[in-house]
């Protein structure tokens, strides 16, 4: 029987690598670890617009491994838009391929001439083809047609991303957990924090007879009242009888 105390004790290191070569992405299980990760990538340098504190990184981090995104593919694939985490369409299509309820997908863009019209239909296992289209008209409607930015250089783009959103968001509810997707919230005006308006004043409190005659010899004889100032002040704040009222 060897001895114990030449024993060697072996680490064992968890495994890198899946089979076939593939690298493993890690999977953080506490919070401290997600915070970890967070403040790795901020410190870098290299977190994306919307992700710049360690705060920000570990909710987006969360966000992702809620729909079963690995956290540095959750920094890549969810933008802050409006205060609120999105996906990319691209991403978001890609959680719900990685669900394996998505069956078949179609995408089209179509035109008659004038009026193009996209559309995207996503089969779910075990239901009926669901498809969602988005058109020129409904983003000219929408005022989305023509304005700076995406919609001006990209507008086939636009119109393919609102169709999948529509499609992804109705098929796979369940999947997206209530994460909208960046090309459709972007075009979202935010509410605007109303700022109530102030109380109005509180209206002028009345005033008795006695101190609107003391009032008006004030402003007629000027100083030669001030030294009855005193005698004036106290029968103001002199409780009332009922024989004064009468």
Same mark, same amino acid.
């Given at each position: 029987m060897p001895d114990e105390k030449d024993t060697e004790i072996v680490k064992v290191r968890p495994q890198l690598y899946a089979r076939g070569g593939g690298v493993l992405p890690i999977i953080p299980t506490t919070f401290e670890e997600v915070w970890r990760i967070a403040g790795a990538v901020t410190q870098s340098g290299l977190a994306p617009k919307g992700a710049d504190t360690q705060e920000k990184a570990s909710v987006i981090i969360l966000h992702g491994l809620e729909v079963g995104l690995a956290p540095m593919t959750a920094l890549q694939s969810i933008a802050v838009i409006n205060?609120?985490?999105?996906?990319? %369409? $691209? %991403?978001?299509? %890609? @959680?719900?391929?990685?669900?394996?309820?998505?069956? &078949?997908?179609?995408?089209?863009?179509?035109? *008659?001439?004038?009026?193009m019209v996209a559309s995207c239909t996503v089969k779910r296992r075990g239901e009926t083809p669901l498809t969602r289209t988005f058109s020129q008209s409904d983003a000219v409607k929408a005022q989305l047609w023509g304005k700076p930015g995406t919609w001006q250089q990209y507008p086939n783009r636009m119109?393919?991303? &609102?169709?999948? =959103? +529509?499609?992804?968001? $109705? %098929? +796979?509810? !369940? @999947?997206?957990?209530?994460?909208?997707?960046?090309? /459709?919230? /972007? $075009?979202?005006?935010? !509410?605007? !924090?109303?700022?109530?308006?102030?109380?109005?004043?509180?209206?002028?409190?009345?005033?008795?007879?006695?101190?609107?005659?003391? =009032?008006?010899?004030?402003?007629?004889?000027? $100083?030669?009242? =001030?030294?009855?100032? @005193?005698?004036? *002040?106290? /029968?103001? /704040? &002199?409780p009332r009888t009922e024989a004064d009222r009468v």
């Open positions: 205060g609120k985490p999105s996906l990319y %369409g $691209d %991403g978001a299509l %890609g @959680v719900v391929r990685a669900s394996g309820l998505l069956e &078949r997908f179609n995408e089209k863009l179509t035109t *008659d001439g004038v009026v119109l393919q991303m &609102r169709a999948r =959103a +529509f499609a992804l968001r $109705d %098929g +796979f509810a !369940d @999947v997206m957990k209530g994460i909208g997707i960046r090309e /459709e919230i /972007e $075009d979202i005006v935010p !509410d605007l !924090d109303l700022v109530p308006p102030p109380p109005p004043p509180p209206p002028e409190l009345q005033q008795t007879p006695l101190e609107r005659a003391i =009032a008006k010899a004030k402003e007629s004889n000027g $100083d030669k009242l =001030a030294e009855h100032q @005193v005698i004036w *002040d106290e /029968e103001i /704040e &002199r």
